[in-house]
T-cell receptor
Framework: DTGVSQNPRHKITKRGQNVTFRCDPISEHNRLYWYRQTLGQGPEFLTYFQNEAQLEKSRLLSDRFSAERPKGSFSTLEIQRTEQGDSAMYLC??????????????FGPGTRLTVT | GNSVTQMEGPVTLSEEAFLTINCTYTATGYPSLFWYVQYPGEGLQLLLKATKADDKGSNKGFEATYRKETTSFHLEKGSVQVSDSAVYFCALSPLGGYQKVTFGIGTKLQVIP
């Protein structure tokens, strides 16, 4: 169990550019989540995958955001035409899944995005 | 919708002092409740959880009891250490087929020697 990994850890980009982040979950976990955390706030849910299916997207996820999880393994989060308001820490988490039990979510270290 | 309200920090305590961080929630049904901790430079870690009313979650000397009647899940520790300095997040997830977690704003705790 190597934990959830995220790459890159830091990304600085200019407004209007596209960026893509990657998340590698714990291998046996079939659920994967993306959250966004701005300074001084708690993480906010963005989207959720069960295996390769994206089952829910938050209203926070505008049309410029897209997430994929091909083959139900790693996931990517892409932001197109970045804006300064996109500057935040993007967190990925994974968990086991099934039924109505509350399985622990394991978080990665996050990718800090700065849009200049 | 679901929401979590927790006391804003920062909270500064001397080593061996008693800690309470208040947390209340709004949710339908019977959510699961969590405390997560974020140490400086590290990712979020689950500290403790409770999945039904009157359950007490505990870990590393921290405790929190799920109080349905007051919709609260206050975090307590009898004697804090410098190593407990971190940001603490109260959170909930609804009972269902998955767990979209709703977090509070976070409370920064600083313990001084």
């Amino acid at each position: 169990d190597t934990g959830v990994s995220q790459n890159p850890r830091h990304k600085i980009t200019k407004r209007g550019q596209n960026v893509t982040f990657r998340c590698d979950p714990i291998s046996e976990h079939n659920r994967l989540y993306w959250y966004r955390q701005t300074l001084g706030q708690g993480p906010e849910f963005l989207t959720y995958f069960q295996n390769e299916a994206q089952l829910e997207k938050s209203r926070l996820l505008s049309d410029r955001f897209s997430a994929e999880r091909p083959k139900g393994s790693f996931s990517t989060l892409e932001i197109q035409r970045t804006e300064q308001g996109d500057s935040a820490m993007y967190l990925c988490a994974s968990s086991r899944g099934g039924g109505r039990a509350a399985y622990e979510q394991y978080f990665g270290p996050g990718t800090r995005l700065t849009v200049t | 919708g679901n929401s979590v309200t927790q006391m804003e920090g920062p909270v500064t305590l001397s080593e061996e002092a008693f800690l309470t961080i208040n947390c209340t929630y709004t949710a339908t049904g019977y959510p699961s409740l969590f405390w997560y901790v974020q140490y400086p430079g590290e990712g979020l870690q689950l500290l403790l959880k409770a999945t039904k009313a009157d359950d007490k979650g505990s870990n590393k000397g921290f405790e929190a009891t799920y109080r349905k009647e007051t919709t609260s899940f206050h975090l307590e520790k009898g004697s804090v250490q410098v190593s407990d300095s971190a940001v603490y997040f109260c959170a909930l997830s609804p009972l269902g087929g998955y767990q979209k977690v709703t977090f509070g704003i976070g409370t920064k705790l600083q313990v001084i020697p």
